[in-house]
């Protein structure tokens, strides 16, 4: 089975701090995935990548980074919090097509002060 | 911007009752995906639908793919307290995953 780890369920930051969400597969997929998910707004692809050390924007990738040092780990940066990144995040991992299916890990509750 | 909306937003249900939700596209698109949220949990991958009109049935969840690849459906016959959560479609129109907002459905025993 497809595991995909986040390094926590839940994170409370205060405003300006820097915050690492950090994502893990253990399935060898090329593709990962960070998503951002509110209320009647569903999933929005914050950012992704195809291939080690490589980042694509997605939709909403405006105070958000990347790093991708290695294959089976995508980190999402929040370079200085703030109050409306207040969301659940959601990592996932495919196989290598932009169709395959995406195995989502368990997600971070993160709230910022 | 490309968007994949899903009809309705929230749904309640009463047990043994039968549950629809859609999803429409403004563009044709390659292939669409269903997945399934528990409450407090993460999406999972339902099924795929790949060609014009398909349907496929998991047990009880029917799916549906449009002659025109623009819609799709998902019909749950006699519903059950399991089928609790939240159901999203992920549409490809071009090589980028857009998932759908959603619909929450509530099943009232």
């Known amino acids: 089975d497809v595991k995909v780890t986040q390094s926590s369920r839940y994170l409370v930051k205060r405003t300006g701090e820097k915050v690492f969400l950090e994502c893990v597969q253990d399935?060898?997929?090329?593709?990962m995935f960070w998503y951002r998910q509110d209320p009647g707004l569903g999933l929005r692809l914050i950012y992704f990548?195809?291939?080690?050390?490589?980042?694509e924007k997605g939709d909403i990738p405006e105070g958000y980074s990347v790093s991708r040092e290695k294959k089976e780990r995508f980190s999402l940066i929040l370079e200085s919090a703030s109050t409306n990144q207040t969301s659940m995040y959601l990592c996932?991992?495919?196989?290598?097509?932009?169709?395959?299916?995406?195995?989502f890990g368990p997600g971070t509750r993160l709230t910022v002060l | 911007g490309q968007q994949v909306m899903r009809i309705p937003q929230y749904q309640h249900v009463q047990e043994g009752e039968d549950f629809t939700t859609y999803c429409n596209s403004s563009?044709?698109?390659?292939?669409i995906q269903w997945y399934k949220q528990r409450p407090g949990g993460h999406p999972v991958f339902l099924i795929q639908?790949?060609?014009?009109?398909e349907v496929k049935k998991q047990k009880r969840l029917t799916f549906q793919f449009g002659e025109a690849k623009k819609n799709s459906s998902l019909h749950i016959t006699a519903t059950q307290t399991t089928d609790v959560g939240t159901y999203f479609c992920?549409?490809?129109?071009?090589?980028?995953?857009?998932f759908g907002t959603g619909t929450s459905l509530t099943v009232i025993p």
């Open positions: 563009t044709t698109l390659s292939n």
């Open positions: 992920a549409g490809i129109p071009g090589n980028q995953f857009y």
């Open positions: 399935m060898d997929h090329e593709n």
């Open positions: 996932a991992s495919s196989l290598s097509g932009p169709t395959d299916t995406q195995y």
């Open positions: 639908l790949v060609k014009s009109g």
């Open positions: 990548s195809y291939d080690v050390k490589m980042k």
